[in-house]
């Protein structure tokens, strides 16, 4: 299945960004909450924003490969998903105001759960 790939490079992903609010929380002896720390706040925020968006695509991506769609489509689907992730993570992770790749990562993601969506509406109906 072409969509563990993914799942197992976003999964790794989501544990690099935990390891971020981990070391910022044992630097600053921060054990609940944020303390108030502004950089807390921020690894929270683009951890959280991860796992808001990546399990529906992950989902969606699945449903696409099941339904017998060419892996070429599942894989740049995929990786667009990743990249998307990576973009917005590193933007995100650098300033809570706009950067390029927070904006960029956000588009990217939003397109690829467009397309996922749409392609998948178009299976259910044409019973691909």
């Known amino acids: 299945m072409i969509?563990?790939?993914y799942a197992g490079l976003l999964g790794l992903t989501f544990i690099t960004l935990s390891f971020k609010i981990v070391g910022i929380r044992k630097s600053k002896s921060i054990g609940i909450g944020d303390g108030g720390n502004e950089k807390l706040q921020l690894a929270c925020r683009v951890q959280a924003n991860f796992a808001e968006y990546v399990p529906i695509a992950l989902?969606?991506?699945a449903i696409?490969?099941?339904n017998s769609w060419a892996?070429?489509?599942v894989h740049i689907i995929g990786a667009s998903l990743v990249i998307g992730r990576l973009l917005h993570a590193w933007g995100y992770g650098q300033s809570s105001?706009?950067?390029l790749g927070?904006?960029?990562g956000t588009l990217v993601t939003w397109?690829?759960?467009i397309a996922l969506s749409g392609l998948n509406i178009y299976s259910a109906i044409l019973g691909l």
């Open 97 to 99: 105001g706009t950067s």
């Open 64 to 66: 696409l490969e099941l």
């Open 111 to 113: 397109i690829v759960i």
């Open 59 to 61: 989902i969606l991506l």
């Open 102 to 104: 927070r904006v960029s």
């Open 3 to 5: 969509t563990a790939l």
């Open 71 to 73: 892996s070429i489509y």
